[in-house]
């Protein structure tokens, strides 16, 4: 990110108690009061001396308030411990996620577009408070010094707090000078430590299911049992057997029934009691076979839409005839649940002049914009109190805000003079959509005498996520949703005589982002395939990989480090003990290389137990490396646990899984031991919420298949392997 720095005039009133340094809309830095202004704030300095981070990107677990107060605190030179956080309000003009250009978190952006932005936001503080100090003393600034909170040269110290004030009457610098990284403290420091972790160990964070307002409704939903369905009609008498049952209603949109009560328990209870007639003409009715079978019928014709220009359909299957060898698989990969640990929930409170959401709230420019619409309110009128998520993994950010919009729509149906709390429970959670789509994939890899890759026919099936939504015009190209192939047609891999071809799935099941988006499902198929590739060449599969990636360009170079390293760290080269076996993926995604090595061991009874998995990440910079490694482990684990047995099913249109006892998340026990090794580097940092996800569950797959299943149709424990 390059942000362009303009001498801006001071906005200064003589009331100012506080120096609040941001950028204006237009990107310039800028000072203003804290009692308003233009300008979009980051750093807040009280009279008191006391430091506020205010953070753009919500914290669901991936260390936003962390990250982002550690590039401040380092920058303006205070402890991070003494620096506080809040969420920035909802205003996309000037918070916005300088990819999507709207406010919202996603996509592993959070510290790739803020890096520069909250470090220039604290060195411009801090040569304000400088210039504040040098001027009482009468000194060069250039012979000042701000650490951990004082100010101090020419025979003097004293605390920020100090110079507040004046400070707020100095000119915004136009460039201010950022630290030479060979003198940070902080950043890349791997003993800086979550800020959070304390906190959500006492009790003291207060996550969106903590909001409990006086005289508050609690709200569930009874949503048609098949995507597509609509109410015919609703009968709540027995509901009014339920102590605490207030009332129940069918939402505008005739989705479903929303039922209030007084708790959530009744609520719950009350709403078992509603009786609802449903209208399945256009509802999703097919069960999970016949999915998968239209799927792979479509992936064995031609497809759709080409993806990638180069070699066309027929030019590939003429080298695919001349190839002395030929591997070939089919891959199906199931619809997948976020299911994050706190369900979905978010409560809307009137106020004065409008209302007050009280949400985790990942994406608070789609919110607002909902509850304007819903509600009938001007964009003035909604303010968005962000509090901490207890995961989301992309769910609660969805194109429809659809948990955002049933609350305004149950809001709207009282007489708006109370809050009404929107609650899921875990089952509405498993069967409320928003999956990751299922996809099938078909892959010919031709191979010429010598064992090298002549020819590669790749084909996908899968429901579009973005096609459809406010998003089409940016992510849809030529018919073809990059989201649905990305990691297949923009491989690293050198592959000649590659072509790639998409069919679109139409079905009423809810679709959306998923943690890694479509490279938790190309990332699968593209490593097992060059597994597959390896082994009937008679090679090993990490020499294999290294063999294509050697055209020179720095991705490939970064890809081919970390493959290199996580393959040493490993004992690749050395034999595995008996009954052990290990394999290899690699993947490029969210602008981060990461690799992975699972190695497993099979007992007498032939159960697979994961016994370690080495994993080397480039992310450019790491500015927190104790996040780093926690995000990448964190990663592992959501990939390795889904591929092992997780699904989503339909019965005739309707989910089969119902809580965790059938849709269980991967335990502690599942994996024996993580090692993450970061790569140094002093390029920009990228993301690391979502790369970790993708190479584990290849990986993993390579290591059953050594001695094994070669495993193409998930999740694994459907393919006669147990896990110990």
């Known amino acids: 990110m390059t942000v362009t720095l303009s001498r801006r005039n001071l906005l200064h009133a003589a009331s100012a108690v506080a120096l609040v340094v941001g950028f204006s809309p237009r990107g310039a830095l800028a000072v203003t009061p804290t009692d308003g202004g233009h300008f979009n704030p980051f750093v807040k300095i009280d009279a008191d001396g006391r430091v506020t981070a205010v953070v753009k990107h919500f914290e669901m677990g991936q260390g936003t308030s962390t990250g982002l107060p550690t590039l401040i605190a380092e ?9 506080a956080v809040e969420f920035a309000p909802s205003d996309a003009r000037r918070y916005a996620n300088l990819r999507f250009r709207t406010q919202g978190t996603g996509a592993s952006t959070s510290m790739a577009n803020s890096y520069l932005q909250y470090r ?70 791997p003993q800086t430590s979550r800020r959070d972790n304390g906190p959500k160990i006492d009790g003291s964070v207060r996550f969106a299911m903590d909001v409990q307002l006086e005289n508050q409704l609690v709200a569930v939903v009874r949503r048609s049992p098949r995507f597509g369905g609509t109410v015919v009609s609703m009968d709540a008498s027995a509901a009014g057997d339920v102590p605490g049952f ?16 007084r708790d959530t328990w009744s609520a719950f209870q009350a709403r ?142 009282t007489d708006r003079t ?27 890899v031709g191979l010429d005498g010598n064992g090298d890759i002549l020819a590669w026919d790749h084909r996908i099936a899968g429901k579009s996520i973005f096609k459809g939504s406010s998003f089409e015009q940016w992510v849809v190209r030529n018919g073809v949703d990059h989201s649905s192939v990305e990691g297949v ?20 099941i809810t679709v959306s982002w998923w943690r890694s988006v479509g490279h938790s499902h190309t990332a699968f198929v593209m490593e097992s395939m060059m597994d597959m590739a390896a082994k009937a060449a008679g090679r090993d599969p990490v020499s294999w990989r290294l063999d294509h990636l050697r055209d020179g360009s720095s991705d490939q170079r970064r890809l081919a480090d970390v493959l290199r390293l996580a393959a040493r760290e490993s004992g690749w080269d050395r034999p595995t003990e008996p009954g052990r076996a290990r394999g290899v993926a690699a993947h490029k995604s969210f602008g981060t290389y990461v690799a992975q090595v699972v ?24 500015v927190n490396p104790d996040v780093v490694k926690a995000q990448m482990e964190g990663g592992i684990g959501y990939g390795i646990g889904h591929v092992m047995r997780n699904e989503i099913t339909f019965d005739q249109g309707e989910v089969v899984e119902w809580n965790f006892p059938d849709y269980e998340p991967l335990r502690i026990s599942d994996i024996d031991r993580i090692d993450v090794h970061i790569m140094q580097s002093s390029a920009p940092p990228t993301g690391v919420g979502e790369p970790g996800v993708p190479p584990a569950g290849p990986a993993l797959a390579n290591a059953i298949a050594v001695d094994g299943p070669r495993v193409t149709m998930l999740p694994v424990a459907h393919n006669g392997v147990r896990f110990a």
């Open 418 to 444: 109370r809050p009404v709390k929107l609650v899921w429970s875990r089952e509405d959670d498993l069967a409320g959509g928003a999956y990751r789509p299922a996809v099938a994939h078909r892959v010919r």
């Open 246 to 261: 207030v009332n129940a209603a069918t939402l505008p949109s005739n989705a479903g029934v929303v039922v209030y009560a």
């Open 599 to 622: 190695e497993v061991s099979r007992d007498a009874a032939g159960a697979t137990a994961i016994e370690r998995i080495t994993c080397a990440v480039d992310c450019g910079l790491a």
């Open 120 to 189: 220039q936001a604290g060195a411009a503080a801090r040569e304000m408070l400088l210039a504040a100090a040098a001027q009482e003393w009468n000194a060069d600034p250039s012979t000042l010094f701000l650490s951990r909170g004082m100010i101090a040269g020419a025979g003097r110290s004293e605390p920020i707090s100090r110079f507040v004030g004046a400070a707020a009457a100095m000119k915004v610098p136009e460039r201010p000078t950022l630290k030479n990284p060979g003198t940070f403290t902080l950043i890349g420091n």
């Open 75 to 83: 920058e303006l030179g205070v402890d991070l411990d003494t620096v």
């Open 272 to 413: 078992e009691a509603v009786a609802v007639e449903w209208s399945f003409t256009n509802a999703e009715s097919r069960s999970s076979a016949e999915i998968r079978s239209t799927l792979l019928g479509a992936v064995n014709a031609p497809p759709e839409f080409v993806v990638r220009e180069g070699p066309g359909m027929d030019t590939a299957a003429a080298a695919l005839g001349r190839s002395v060898q030929t591997v070939e698989a089919e891959f199906f990969l199931p619809w997948l649940c976020h299911a994050p640990m706190e369900p979905l929930t978010c409560t809307i409170e009137p106020t004065a002049d409008g209302v007050t959401l009280h949400d985790g709230c990942q994406s608070p420019s789609s919110a607002h914009r909902a509850l304007a619409a819903v509600l009938g309110l001007p964009m003035g009128s909604i303010r968005i109190n962000t509090l901490y998520a207890g995961g989301s993994f992309g769910r609660r950010a969805t194109m429809t805000a659809d948990y955002i919009v049933e609350a305004a729509q149950a809001f709207v149906m």
């Open 489 to 508: 047609p923009d491989t690293l891999y050198r592959i000649p005589g590659m072509f790639v071809g998409l069919t679109d799935l139409e079905s009423p």
